[in-house]
Structure formats: structure tokens, C-alpha cells
């Protein structure tokens, strides 16, 4: 029997042929943006405060002032195989009352090698049929924003994102999608928190599949089924934060966040896990030195494995996925770098992230 093996066969087999919940949907948009957030360990729902909040919580966006603010990253991962791009920016509106957003986010893996036409008919291989295509997926994300209560020292503020997807395998399957997400935040003097709600509309993807007759053929004779047109939706979860910023000094101080992912889809492989909800927490330190250095690390991905060695396999521990970084501030730039991974620490897939982060009229961020 002619065997034909392809990464595209195996992406489209994951993809439901009717219309279902996905416990592990669109996760191109889990991963996260901006090196800040990454080096924090994702926790980023209470204390963010720049472009990026687009994405960790819209409600963060009204604490820009006066000015529009950008910013870019990159992040290569399985050894550049996977590329995940991030383009943001914030624009305050109505007297620094309201504030516009927009983030693009794309990741994608290229020269996928396609084998369906491997084979010619007479059992005879031609390499030369060897063609390649892009997996590819894209968000856009409109966030507004608004305080709801502004003081000398508070600010209570809402926000939403309307998120645009589109996923795309090669010439086989396009997909597009749409969501809505919903946040708050409160901030203090020094403490700091906030909600957010992640595709509170059940986020859909409507997949459709496009295959030649002789693709058709080949996926018929290796006993696979032809994908038919179908609907992938997404669960509604919620992340809770809250966080604080200790005074070390005059020029020094320490923000701690710690958050909880709850998800509402059945058990997963978290630190509490049930039937009705699991939740998945993470811890974010940020030093501060003189508004202009600052040392970040993280941790989260908690997940319960089998111990390295046990043979029964039965023996677990508990792994976790550490990370790390620093940021550098020059008047209306920001640099910021973040040593992480995709994986946990006993199968590290460390990548270096570097962001870009650009005040478009040199204003100081809120601190």
C-alpha cells in the first residue's frame, strides 16, 4: 500500500469535520506578546499599561497620555522553524479619558514540505513533485478603552478587543474567525488588579477545504478521510490578576503579579484541575531602576509528568516553564529582551525574544 506522509495531512486531520468545542483552540494567540509579558511569565492582566495591553487586557490601554505609542516583536521558535511576528499600537483619545488599539499578530511555518505527488502512478518516486506550502495564522485585534472612575491615585478603567482571525494551510483549507474578549483593571498607588475575558462570544473558526482531484485520490486510496466544511469554536475563559509594587528605595522599587488562568472546558493537565474549572496560575517579578533598567522573571505552565527514568511510568512530578529578561529605557524608546521557552524545563525549546516599544512624542509612562 502506497504510504504518503505529509505535515499537512496531519495538521488538516486535527481540524473537526462538524461544528464543535476544541479544548485547545486557536492557540497561536496563548502564546503571548511583547518580550515584557514573556520575561513576567504571561502575567500581565493587572500591571500592563503600554500598546501590548491590547492583547493581555484592553482595559490597560487608557493608562497611555497624550501620545501614540507602537511597538514590534519578533520570536523564532523550534530552531527558526516557527516564526511568530507582533505589531501593536495605542493611540490615547478624549482627553487620555479613552484610548484606541490595534494589534496584527501572525505565526507562521514555511518550506513545508508537501508529499501527496511523491508517488507517480506507476509506483516510481519523483522527488521533483515535491512542492512546498505556508501554515499560517493571523489576528487582528480593534481594542477601546475607557475610564470608568479616575483619581489622583486610582483609575478604573474597561476595555474590549474585536478580534478578526484568519488561518490558513497552504492551498488545502482556509479559515476565517471572529471573537470578542472584555477586561478591567484597577490600579492604585501601588496595588493593582484586573479581569479579563477571553472570547466571551465563543470565538468561531468557519474552516472550508479545497483539494484537487488528484489530491482527492491520494487521500481516498491511503484510507483518510476528505475534510468537508466545518466550525471550530472556542470556550470562553478568564484570567484574574493582581499585583504589587514594593518600594526597595528612592530609585528601585519591585512589581509582583501573580494570575490565574481559569478555563471552563473539563479537566486539563493544571495545578487544580476539575470537572467545572481548571486553573493555571502564573507569577511575574519586574525590578525597576531609575524608570530606565529593569530585570524581569517568571514562571508558569505548572503541568504534572511523568519523572525522567520511570520505567512504570507511573512516578510524576511536577514541571513548570521558567523564564527571564530585562528591558532598557532611553526617552521614548524601550527595549526589552526575554530568555524563554515554548515547552517547560524538562523539554526546553529556548528561544530569545527581543521587542521594540516606541513613544511617538518622547511622554514618560505611567509608573
Known sequence: MRIYLTLCLLVMLTIPCHSQFRKYSNEFLSVGAGARGLAMGSSQVASTKDETAGYWNPAGLTNLKDHPSIGLMHAEYFSGIAKYDYLSAGIPIQDNRRALGISLIRFAIDEIPNTLNLVEPDNSINYNNIKTFTVADWALLLSFAQNLKTTENTNLSFGINAKVIYRKIGSFATAWGFGLDAGLQYRGQRSHFGVMARDISTTFNAWSFKFTDQEKEVLYLTKNDIPVKSTELTMPRLVLGGGY??????????????????????????????????????????????????????????????????????????????????????????????????????????????????NLAGKREVE
Do not use: C
Open 245 to 358: 509594587n514594593f518600594r526597595l528605595g528612592s530609585s528601585v522599587s519591585l512589581l509582583a503579579e501573580l494570575n490565574a488562568d481559569l478555563t471552563f472546558d473539563g479537566k486539563r493537565n493544571t495545578v487544580l484541575s476539575g470537572n467545572t474549572v481548571s486553573v493555571d496560575p502564573r507569577l511575574g517579578l519586574e525590578a525597576n531602576i531609575k524608570d530606565v533598567f529593569f530585570v524581569r522573571a517568571g514562571i508558569n505552565n505548572f503541568q504534572q509528568a511523568i519523572k525522567d527514568g520511570d520505567t512504570t511510568n507511573q512516578k510524576k512530578v511536577w514541571i513548570y516553564q521558567p523564564s527571564a529578561g530585562a528591558g532598557f529605557k532611553l526617552k521614548n524608546v524601550m527595549i526589552d529582551y526575554a530568555f524563554t521557552n515554548l515547552a517547560n524545563q524538562s523539554n526546553p525549546l529556548y528561544t530569545h525574544i527581543f521587542s521594540l516599544r516606541i
